[in-house]
């Protein structure tokens, strides 16, 4: 890492500043006041990120201030979402997924498109990928990049002389030392649906590895999770970690929160996560954080060792908004390289922020400089296939508790994934399907 600071930005298109604040061109007495509604969800980092850049963005423009609403996450959330832009009854800002999940919003329908605005010349382009729809841009990032991968207590492996596995062997080999000398080698949370996907989500970069061109094939109906073996892996690797005996004995009402403790504590080794955990355990277990790093899930070559990485959440404008100009101000402020220093002020820094000219400082938790090496060589990592893809069916949280469980097999649960998707595909009107 750089004596400065670490400068963890993707490769950008184009150069310059963003416009910041637009709006301040006119004296605040001289403009009428105005309310932005801004709808978040309820997780503590989004809330934080939010209550940040409204309050950095009212500094320099008085006469704009925010009602700041919270919404559940997961599926009822998602339903929600749907539901406001559908009646037009959304909130002039809201926070939403990047990826697959945007497509679903019909976005050339509900939301203001973004790609004529200057201050998108400063978002990388691997992030417009993900908000762009029929060539379309209609968000802008809202927090750091992040990873699915293995958080681990590098107190535990400096204990027992352990090394980063770069592969699956290694990996298990590891969890057998960790369950000899009496710690729980693999924390899992399923009390939290959400968090059992990861052993699946976290390993695409190993499927893209050694099945080339699956998320293209996946999307027009050529291949499967149960048919093609690099993807059917996936589950299997869910499969052996519960069969091996190595997660928690209360993994199956244990919470997200349950988990952050155990990585923290040193009770468990390893916690299949997103790198985005980092926050919770800065927040709740301080003087745990230069013990907690992260790595790659590993697959079965360790020269396709690689990272999977998740693109940002957005912010959309609804088409529906009584103050278009006002919120799309606002997304050119959070666009910009105050709005990336107003959200890094706002909490721990656990990945790069996608705006360029935007730089981390130098004390960043141990776990996000493990992500630096695999940020900064387009070889080393891969967006998740949510972000490559349109198709993702939602029965994935409770097929991979099923699998973790011991309840489903792997091929079994990932036919039934197949089945799955093939539902929301078809809803999404993709051809071939």
């Not at 909130?91 to 990047?98: C, H, T």
């Not at 499967?224 to 997660?247: H, I, N, V």
């Not at 721990?348 to 630096?372: F, H, K, M, N």
């Not at 891969?382 to 993702?392: D, I, N, W, Y």
Request: glycine share 8%; hydrophobic share 40%.
């Amino acid at each position: 890492m750089e004596e400065e600071k670490t400068d963890m930005k993707t490769t950008f298109r184009r150069t310059g500043l963003a416009l910041v604040a637009l709006s301040a061109a006119a004296p605040a007495w001289a403009q009428d006041p105005v309310e932005l509604t801004f709808l978040v969800d309820n997780g503590p980092p989004s809330v934080a990120q939010a209550e940040a850049l409204a309050a950095a963005y009212t500094e320099l423009n008085p006469h704009v201030t925010f009602d700041i609403e919270l919404r559940v996450g997961s599926i009822d959330g998602d339903n929600l979402v749907k539901t406001r832009l559908a009646t037009e009854e959304m909130a002039d800002i809201f926070l939403y997924n990047s990826g697959s999940l945007f497509q679903a919003l019909a976005p050339t329908r509900t939301i203001v498109e973004l790609t004529d605005q200057p201050f998108l010349d400063v978002v990388s382009d691997s992030f417009e990928a993900v908000v762009t729809a029929d060539g379309g841009v209609y968000g802008v990032p809202i927090g750091p990049g992040f990873a699915g991968g293995i958080m681990y207590n590098r107190a535990i492996y400096d204990e027992l002389g352990l090394e980063v596995p770069l592969t699956w062997d290694d990996f298990m080999a590891n969890n057998a030392a960790i369950d000899e000398a009496g710690y729980v080698p693999i924390a899992q949370t399923y009390g939290d649906t959400w968090s059992a996907q990861l052993l699946v989500l976290g390993d695409y970069f190993n499927v893209e590895a050694d099945s080339p061109g699956f998320a293209e094939r996946y999307t027009n109906n050529e291949a499967k999770f149960a048919t093609d073996p690099a993807a059917l892996r996936s589950f299997e690797r869910l499969e052996e970690a519960y069969e091996a005996g190595y997660f928690n004995e209360d993994f199956g009402a244990a919470t997200y929160d349950d988990g952050i403790r155990m990585i923290a504590t040193g009770e468990a080794a390893h916690y299949p996560i997103l790198s985005l955990a980092i926050d919770p355990i800065a927040e709740q277990y301080p003087d745990a954080v230069p013990d907690i790093g992260f790595f790659a899930q590993p697959g079965d070559d360790p020269d396709k060792n690689g990272l999977t990485i998740w693109l940002p959440n957005a912010l959309y404008v609804p088409q529906a908004s009584e103050n278009i100009d006002e919120a799309v101000d606002f997304l050119a402020f959070v666009a910009s390289q105050a709005g990336c220093q107003a959200q890094i002020d706002a909490g721990q820094v656990s990945g790069p922020y996608l705006i360029e000219g935007c730089q981390l400082p130098e004390d960043v938790p141990q776990a996000t400089r493990d992500l630096v090496p695999y940020f900064n060589d387009s070889d080393l990592n891969l967006p998740a296939l949510e972000f490559l893809s349109p198709v993702k069916g939602p029965a994935l949280p409770q097929l991979t508790v099923e699998v973790g469980s011991g309840i489903r097999s792997a091929a079994e649960a990932a036919a039934i994934y197949d089945e799955d998707v093939k539902k929301a595909a078809q809803q999404l009107g993709l051809p071939n399907w």
